[in-house]
């Protein structure tokens, strides 16, 4: 059943989505992998020459001495003017004859203050799976470039409809490095951990593969720190958990069945989430994700959404029958910002949902 669940949430397009996230890594939540890249940081660096330029003159001008350094004798004819200059404001000094203890002038650049500005696409997902089918808690990491997840499909009502396949090639943005990740106040704390790859750099997680009760009940917070790495700077915030989702509507299982010529109602728990992501994809009867129609729609947390029977029929994709994955997600967002001004998301959600059989309109 997770395998339904992850495909149902693979079709997404958004970084402020819980389905654009899970499209970057619920694919690989069960290796606790996600893709991660960075899109560079501000120069901290500075690069100090303390050497005098080679084209300085070799005076001193500090209105005592107006002799070169070549010359130090001053020739006897001629008489010492005791007159002060007109103007006795010293010049600057720009370096002197051995012996001039005058500091030669400050050539170090000013710090480099730039700010990055960038919104990373991708981000960091914390979250679980829990319903009658399958448990599951798991955390993952991807960092890409803004918009880096094209956008496609058509939309229905809030229900985005596309072509999806599972086991299609990631031909996404190269993962940006955010350095070692930690998650804590979950069971157990995580660690997602950086590895370089010709794709960039991926996460691996320190969780099992098949590990229940990660999150802490709805409303605790959870702690997630960057170290920072070559791509982005550390950054560090606290997220909500969200509240577990209970589904009133439809009955889900093996033998259930709906026919698309009519709209469907979904009904869960009110809650506190950002938004809350209904999924529907093709899976086989063992529950594999199938290549196929999906349709991924994104409402309020208000308890209810009547799928419409335009995105439903478009999923059967003009079969007589097709077994579904049919979920939903609970999301709860906010926004890191690192160390120099850029920023990446933080996910954290709660899913539920089983099978459903839909059938074409008699």
């Not at 991708?122 to 880096?148: C, H, M, R, W």
């Amino acid at each position: 059943m997770k395998r339904q669940l992850d495909a149902q949430n693979a079709t997404g397009h958004s970084v402020r989505r819980l389905v654009t996230i899970v499209a970057v890594v619920a694919g690989l939540a069960a290796t606790g992998c996600g893709d991660d890249d960075d899109g560079g940081g501000a120069d901290t660096s500075s690069n100090v020459d303390t050497l005098m330029p080679s084209d300085a003159p070799l005076f001193d001008i500090t209105g005592t001495d107006t002799f070169t350094a070549a010359d130090s004798t001053p020739p006897t004819d001629i008489p010492v003017d005791t007159n002060p200059p007109a103007d006795t404001t010293p010049a600057a000094d720009t370096g002197g004859p051995a012996g001039d203890t005058t500091p030669p002038p400050d050539t170090t650049p000013p710090p480099d203050t730039t700010t990055n500005t960038t919104a990373y696409g991708g981000g960091v997902l914390i979250g679980e799976i829990d319903s009658q089918f399958y448990n599951n808690g798991f955390a993952a990491a991807k960092f890409t470039d803004p918009e880096g997840i094209p956008i496609g499909g058509t939309l229905a009502d809030k229900c985005r409809i596309d072509f999806a396949d599972p086991n299609a090639l990631d031909t996404g943005s190269v993962g940006y490095n955010a350095g070692a990740i930690t998650i804590t106040n979950t069971t157990p704390d995580v660690s997602l951990t950086p590895v370089s790859g010709a794709g960039g750099t991926t996460y691996t997680s320190s969780l099992p593969a098949d590990h229940a009760n990660l999150l802490p009940g709805g409303g605790a917070l959870v702690t997630v720190a960057g170290a920072g790495g070559a791509d982005i700077a550390p950054f560090s915030t606290a997220i909500q958990m969200p509240e577990q989702v209970l589904m009133t509507a439809p009955f889900l299982g093996l033998n259930t069945k709906h026919n698309v010529g009519n709209t469907l109602l979904v009904a869960w728990n009110q809650g506190t989430g950002d938004e809350v992501v209904i999924s529907i994809s093709p899976v086989s009867q063992t529950g594999a994700p199938l290549a196929g129609q999906t349709a991924t729609c994104t409402v309020p947390d208000t308890g209810s959404y009547v799928l419409p029977a335009l995105a439903l029929a478009t999923v059967l994709d003009g079969g007589s029958s097709r077994l579904v994955a049919l979920g939903v997600t609970r999301v709860r967002e906010t926004i890191a910002t690192t160390g120099n001004g850029a920023t990446v998301e933080v996910s954290a959600t709660r899913s539920t949902g089983g099978p459903l059989t839909l059938e074409a309109a008699q």
